[in-house]
């Protein structure tokens, strides 16, 4: 663990934890044998009322209607995810200031307007999110700036901003292959890895679930993982990464008959 991040974690932040924030109940339900067989029970995140409300919220943002938005929700106060923040200035820490996050599955620079205030003091700023195809076309026409950026695809991402970190907030569960992506970016030669906010159970099987968002959010549904936390842990070591730092995030659903959690991890590759 870097010295910059032993600072941040336990001098800056003792025991804070983020603002409470009212969040709608979202239920997670099932146990199904294929990523087939949930989305046949769901509209899929590829529903055209979610990136219809997620735009509206991305440019509400722009506008200075409000700080942030979080799956089409307006934030309207500070709210940070303090210990993925100092896994990135620590990456950044690391890196004589520069700081380039490939952000896959990030929205429309949700994580990215959410801290831009204490990343934008950082001297050498790139923030790349991997995204759908429409995500990205409108993105790169109505939301970049001089550090936000938007590509189709992790080996473009990689090649256009040379990331030195890649982050997974609230991402992984909601992919149908999530250790595929996660063996494609250990593969890359990325060093360091941000996940925050993942389900996870703590016995040794993945579960297949679907979820249901609260309609006053938007009517969506769509397949989500709870993935084993001794198979993930077991995944990463095997990918020759090691845990710097682990945390419980504020998020708690449960799932009948398991011991659930959702967490958060700072991964550096070992020497």
């Given amino acids: 663990m870097s010295f910059f991040f032993k600072i941040v974690k336990n001098i800056c932040f003792p025991g804070t934890k983020p603002a409470a924030v009212k969040k709608p ?8 044998a294929t990523w087939e067989d949930a ?3 769901c509209s899929g995140y590829a529903a055209d009322v979610i990136f219809e409300k997620t735009k509206a919220a991305a440019l509400a943002v722009k506008q200075g209607q409000a700080l942030f938005e979080r ?3 307006l934030f309207h106060e500070e709210v940070y995810a303090w210990q993925m923040l100092a896994c990135l200035n620590a990456v950044a820490a690391s890196d004589q200031g520069r700081l380039s996050v490939l952000d896959f599955g990030g929205s429309l620079g949700s994580s990215y307007f959410q801290h831009r205030k204490f990343l934008q003091m950082l001297p050498r700023l790139r923030w790349i999110v991997v995204e759908q195809s429409h995500y990205v076309d409108f ?5 970049e700036d001089g550090c936000l950026k938007f590509s ?9 901003a040379q990331p030195n970190v890649i982050l997974f907030g609230s991402v992984l569960e909601y992919l149908p292959r999530p250790f595929e992506v996660l063996e494609e970016v250990c593969s890359s030669g990325i060093r360091s ?6 389900a996870f159970l703590a016995g040794n099987r993945d579960r297949l679930t679907v979820q249901k968002v ?3 959010i938007y009517d969506a549904s769509y397949p989500a993982w709870f993935l084993s936390l001794p198979k993930f ?10 845990i710097v730092s682990e945390w419980i995030c504020d998020d708690d659903y449960p799932l009948e008959g398991e011991t659930t959690s959702f967490r958060g991890f700072f991964l550096q590759r070992k020497s």
């Fill in 152 to 160: 189709p695809t992790i080996s473009e991402a990689i090649k256009e």
């Fill in 139 to 143: 993105g790169s026409k109505n939301l």
């Fill in 39 to 41: 989305a046949s029970q």
């Fill in 233 to 242: 842990k077991a995944f990463i070591d095997n990918m020759r990464f090691q």
């Fill in 193 to 198: 890895i941000s996940i925050d906010r993942t």
């Fill in 25 to 32: 109940i979202e239920v997670f339900t099932g146990d199904y």
């Fill in 71 to 73: 799956d089409s929700v």
């Fill in 214 to 216: 609260s309609p006053s």
